[in-house]
């Protein structure tokens, strides 16, 4: 049986179609029709139809979103992407397909497809996080998700950083609270921060350039980011002690991350020795869709 996963996400839907052996038969991209809900339906059934007639196997059907599924009334809660809120996106689906389908967070797609087959194969547990237009978090044991009551698991952009100081800037966040994780390590935040420290607007990309040539300024920004996302990852291995810590999105792609935060991580760790590994993505960009697919397979 192949695996199919779905990534929904704001800009594009991606599917993918494994074997079980994790090799790749095909990979489709379309543009997400993000404020139309009907029309998103539309889209993933189109895929999803279309590669099922193409390739004529049986297939398990696993989605990734922006949100999650609210365990008490089935629908999405959450979302980025504001017009899944509310509809029963799954029973939609399966509806029109006659074909079940699971779905969950796009973070814990990214963190499945990591410890599955990813930079945290073989590790006892997995936290796993996308630090790119936001910050969402997995958690993996044994290779299985780990969710909860309610289906937040892993949502750690969503607290506040530890040993915070005056200079981390208290900046609003959409979900309502200020000075979340998300408002400062993601791209975004790490363009505010920048901004707020150095009254220059540029992306973390133009920030780790302008390093690279030397220049002190940028080096501080990186500096100070990079030590945020230790004092943010040292509280995770305070509560969890992951015996993997996966890193994803746009920002994983800033070079000195790997080298700087386990040096510095150690101060806010409450043990005589961190051995605790850091490391990049290994799937990059295709973790999340490939997540799916597995998450469609352990339903199966």
């Known amino acids: 049986m192949l695996q199919f996963g779905i990534d929904l996400g704001g800009t594009k839907t991606e599917i993918i179609a494994l074997t079980a052996t994790g090799e790749t038969l095909l990979r489709r991209r379309t543009p997400t029709p993000s404020h139309d809900y009907q029309a998103i339906v539309d889209n993933i059934v189109s895929l999803v139809t279309t590669t099922a007639n193409e390739l004529k196997q049986p297939y398990t059907l696993g989605i990734g979103i922006p949100g999650a599924v609210s365990p008490v009334t089935g629908r999405i809660k959450n979302a980025n992407t504001?017009?899944?809120?509310?509809?029963?996106?799954?029973?939609?689906?399966?509806?029109?397909?006659?074909?079940?389908?699971?779905?969950?967070?796009?973070?814990?797609?990214?963190?499945?497809?990591?410890?599955?087959?990813?930079?945290?194969?073989?590790?006892?547990?997995?936290?796993?996080?996308?630090?790119?237009?936001?910050?969402?978090g997995g958690w993996v044991i044994n290779g299985g998700l780990v969710s909860g009551p309610n289906a937040i698991a892993g949502e750690w952009g969503h607290n506040p950083l530890p040993w915070r100081t005056d200079q981390d800037t208290q900046i609003d966040c959409y979900c309502g609270q200020k000075g979340c994780l998300e408002t400062l390590l993601s791209g975004p935040g790490l363009r505010q921060q920048a901004l707020a420290e150095t009254g220059i607007d540029q992306t973390a990309e133009a920030w780790a350039k302008a390093e690279a040539t030397g220049n002190v300024?940028?080096?501080?920004?990186?500096?100070?980011?990079?030590?945020?996302?230790?004092?943010?990852?040292?509280?995770?291995?305070?509560?969890?002690?992951?015996?993997?810590?996966?890193?994803?999105?746009?920002?994983?792609?800033?070079?000195?991350?790997?080298?700087?935060?386990?040096?510095?991580?150690?101060?806010?760790?409450?043990?005589?020795?961190?051995?605790?590994?850091?490391?990049?993505?290994?799937?990059?960009?295709?973790?999340?869709?490939?997540?799916?697919?597995?998450?469609?397979?352990a339903q199966a």
């Open 82 to 136: 504001v017009c899944l809120i509310g509809e029963d996106l799954a029973g939609d689906i399966e509806k029109r397909l006659n074909h079940p389908v699971i779905i969950a967070n796009d973070a814990d797609c990214f963190a499945l497809s990591e410890a599955t087959d990813g930079a945290g194969a073989g590790a006892k547990s997995v936290f796993a996080v996308i630090i790119g237009t936001g910050c969402g």
């Open 217 to 297: 300024q940028a080096a501080k920004v990186l500096r100070d980011h990079h030590l945020r996302l230790a004092k943010a990852l040292a509280g995770v291995i305070n509560t969890l002690d992951p015996h993997v810590i996966v890193l994803g999105g746009g920002v994983s792609n800033l070079a000195g991350i790997y080298d700087t935060v386990p040096k510095l991580w150690g101060e806010f760790v409450f043990s005589d020795t961190v051995v605790t590994p850091l490391r990049k993505a290994v799937h990059g960009d295709s973790s999340g869709v490939r997540g799916a697919a597995w998450l469609g397979a």
